[in-house]
């Protein structure tokens, strides 16, 4: 099952990434008073009492003018109304309420997605509290007070905001097709890709970067079995910030990738691999969901016999935490090896719920153990004493040592790798837990 989806929108300076940090428990987003600085990770999961959810800072407003930032601001609650099960609608109580902050939420309210309504920088309850009841103006909900900065009311925030989850997810569980999400850079023949597969029209295809408006899900029947395609949208309309289009595109790629089995990483192949698609595939590798890395467009590169070689190599370096994924080179166009993405996906699905016996994962610990000695620290060694497998998608192993500090992460990527030497796990990450338990326990 896929973890709801809450999205923060409001207009800049109002404290989304704050308010962000502070319930993600660590420092994701930079956090400056100029209007628009929020870079680098725009979503986080979210643990509150027993729930977890994934949270997106929708972020990304550069005003110029109030005209800019209304239609960027509509843009943002746009992508938050057609990604997030919850919205969460931050405002300012020192600012107080404004025409951009009516406009946006006569737009939520049309949405019909649940909309928190949320007060921020109330650092004094009794201070601020009659000004936070001018926001009832808005005619979205009552509006909570929070301080973001000081971390006050975060937890009535989150009980309003769990309200809204669906209680009833048997239905989703039901359905066990495959679900393969295709995720990219905007113009790299997402949709053309799966219109392939479908052997017809179903996706809008166009030279424009970012015409696919929303999450499509696309039923394909192959060899007696059925699979649901995600195609990820890009952008509702052009957009001259190139910083914006790639937020965007990573929004729809968190959304799609929650909901995923498999992703496929989709790369141009005349373009080559870049750093932005190093983005995008780090969100399926945090989220432990089987890889396949497909080439489009591979019947318009010149090739020799050192040319699939050349390119792997680059994949490789660029993608280097995806060791484990596999790589195909196809092209939408003429249908090259669309086939054998189905097997490639079978597999994947396989090794991504694979399970290993107890007793044997502990006899190829013990084997590399006497291969290559632990590390050790002023004189304590680390001593492992066992291993076993806790879960699946992807495959989760506990490692019980006599000290945590001496695990160091290379001798983790060691004991993967002669796990994977074992039994291929070929398109899926590995999850390794250290526990700390005291000789003689």
């Known amino acids: 099952m896929s ?36 870079r680098d990770r725009i ?63 006569d737009m939520l309210r049309r949405s019909k997605k649940p909309v928190v309504l949320t007060v921020n920088k109330v650092d004094s309850f009794e201070k601020f509290m009659p000004d936070v009841y001018e926001f009832y103006n808005l005619g979205i909900g009552e509006p ?51 219109n392939k597969l479908t052997g017809e029209e179903r996706v809008i295809v166009s030279d424009i970067a970012g015409t696919t408006r929303d999450a499509i899900d696309t039923e ?52 080559g691999v870049t750093e932005q698609d190093a983005k995008i595939a780090g969100i399926a590798h945090d989220r432990g969901k089987g890889i396949l890395i497909a080439v489009n467009k591979w019947d318009a590169i010149e090739k020799d016999d050192k040319t699939v070689y050349k390119y792997t190599e680059r994949i490789r370096e660029i993608l280097s935490f995806l060791s484990y994924a596999e790589i195909m080179f196809v092209s939408a166009k003429t249908g090259q090896r669309l086939n054998k993405m189905f097997d490639m996906i079978d597999m994947i699905l396989e090794n991504n719920s694979m399970r290993v016996a107890t007793g044997v994962l502990n006899e190829i610990m013990s084997e590399a153990v006497a291969m290559q000695q632990p590390p050790s620290d002023k004189g304590k060694r680390l001593r492992l004493y066992y291993i076993t497998q806790v879960a699946v998608k992807p495959p989760t192993f506990v490692i019980f040592v006599n000290d945590k500090e001496l695990m ?24 390794f837990i250290i526990r700390e338990r005291k000789e003689g326990s």
Request: no cysteine; glycine share 6%.
């Open 3 to 38: 973890k709801p989806i809450v999205a923060i929108v409001g207009r800049p300076n109002v404290g989304k990434s704050t308010l962000f940090n502070a319930l993600a428990g660590e420092r994701i987003s930079i956090v400056k008073d100029t209007p628009g600085v929020t």
């Open 43 to 105: 979503y986080a999961d979210v643990s509150w009492l027993n729930m977890t959810f994934t949270m997106i800072d929708t972020g990304g407003i550069e005003p110029e003018s109030k005209d800019i930032i209304l239609s960027q601001m509509r843009e943002q609650a746009q992508i938050a109304i057609d990604t997030a099960d919850v919205i969460v609608f931050i405002t300012d109580v020192r600012q107080g309420l404004t025409d951009a902050d009516s406009k946006v939420a």
């Open 144 to 194: 909570v007070p929070v301080s973001a900065a000081s971390k006050l009311g975060l937890g009535d925030l989150l009980d309003e905001v769990a309200k809204h989850f669906p209680e009833d997810v048997d239905g989703e569980e039901e359905d066990d097709r495959p679900k393969v999400a295709i995720i990219g850079k905007p113009n790299v023949g997402k949709s053309s890709l799966i």
């Open 220 to 271: 394909i029947r192959y060899q007696e079995r059925e699979y649901v395609f995600i195609d990820t949208a890009g952008l509702r309309r052009k957009s001259k910030v190139k910083e914006e289009i790639e937020r965007f595109s990573i929004i729809r790629a968190v959304t799609a990738v929650e909901r995923a089995d498999v992703v496929v990483l989709v790369i141009d192949a005349v373009e």
């Open 408 to 431: 160091h992460f290379s001798y983790t990527r060691y004991l993967e790798n002669r796990i994977r030497d074992a039994f291929g796990f070929r398109g899926t990450s590995l999850k």
